[in-house]
């Protein structure tokens, strides 16, 4: 657990590297979400960090952001967002900063078998962390590609690999599709050159390779198939097509 926690950390390090020394010009460069500059990405990272730290220590108020959510389903997250981007970049850092390491003590802290609302299923802490790890991966690569800069890989990928792998289902049942019954075999090369594995159809017959990297972009839906060096065979095609690693509306819907 604490390592999960420490690796979200230094995620946000390495994208706290990027951003803290940028002009405010800079900050209002465009990236690749529609409507989103650096200063929307840093305002949705601290906005989710703030809110998942609230659904571990006040149920009752992430329940009443949870029906605020519903009056805007499709818009909460652009709502928020907004909000929070009308901050100076300091202002914004020092509030990013703060509520990160606040839900990082937070998570910590909480039991291991707590479970804990979110937008979409419950989580362990543990899960959350990883879930938070994530989001600061996907939102830091728009915020690397608006400034031209590529990232170097690290073992970190593997959880969010894991979460991605584990989400299979998931996308398919909000794209209304009938999840497939037989797992299929994962074969991931991590930054190391380590082999990293999921599933047991070794016949590859509905199978994934590649990097973790390039597998870590489609999950999170900041590269397509076609732009990475993945191999999908069988039904394995169809899912990367879907993947989706974060809770919310489908492909297309959203950000």
């Known amino acids: 657990m604490s390592d999960t926690v420490a690796s979200f950390l230094d995620e ?3 994208l706290d590297a990027l ?3 940028l002009d405010e010009p800079t900050w209002a460069r465009a990236t690749p979400a529609a409507g989103w500059t650096i200063t929307h990405q840093i305002a ?5 960090d703030e809110i998942a730290d609230v659904a571990a220590t006040d149920p009752q108020g992430f329940a009443a952001e949870i029906e605020v959510a519903k009056q805007d389903p499709m818009g909460h997250v652009d709502t928020r967002t907004e909000e929070g981007a009308r901050a100076t970049p300091a202002q914004l850092l020092a509030r990013w900063r703060a509520g990160r390491e606040r839900l990082a003590q937070t998570l910590r802290d909480a039991p291991a078998d707590t479970k804990l609302p979110w937008f979409g299923p419950p989580m362990s802490p543990r899960s959350m962390a990883t879930a938070r790890l994530m989001e600061t991966w996907a939102h830091g690569q728009d915020v690397a590609d608006a400034l031209g800069v590529t990232r ?3 073992s970190r990928l593997r959880d969010i690999c894991h979460l991605g792998v584990r989400t299979r289902d998931f996308a ?3 794209n209304d599709r009938t999840p497939p019954a037989q797992p299929f075999r994962i074969e991931l090369t991590g930054p190391d050159g380590d082999l990293w594995t999921w599933g047991e159809d070794e016949s590859g017959e509905h199978a994934v390779t590649g990097t973790a990297q390039d597998f870590c972009l489609v999950v999170t839906q900041r590269r397509e198939t076609g732009d990475t060096d993945l191999v999908a065979t069988g039904e394995a095609k169809e899912w990367l097509a879907i ?3 974060f809770a919310g509306a489908p ?3 959203g950000k």
């Open 12 to 14: 946000c390090a390495d």
């Open 19 to 21: 951003v803290a020394d």
């Open 44 to 48: 949705h990272l601290a906005w989710t």
């Open 152 to 154: 170097t890989a690290t």
């Open 172 to 174: 398919y049942l909000i």
């Open 243 to 245: 993947a989706q690693v």
């Open 251 to 253: 492909r297309g819907a």
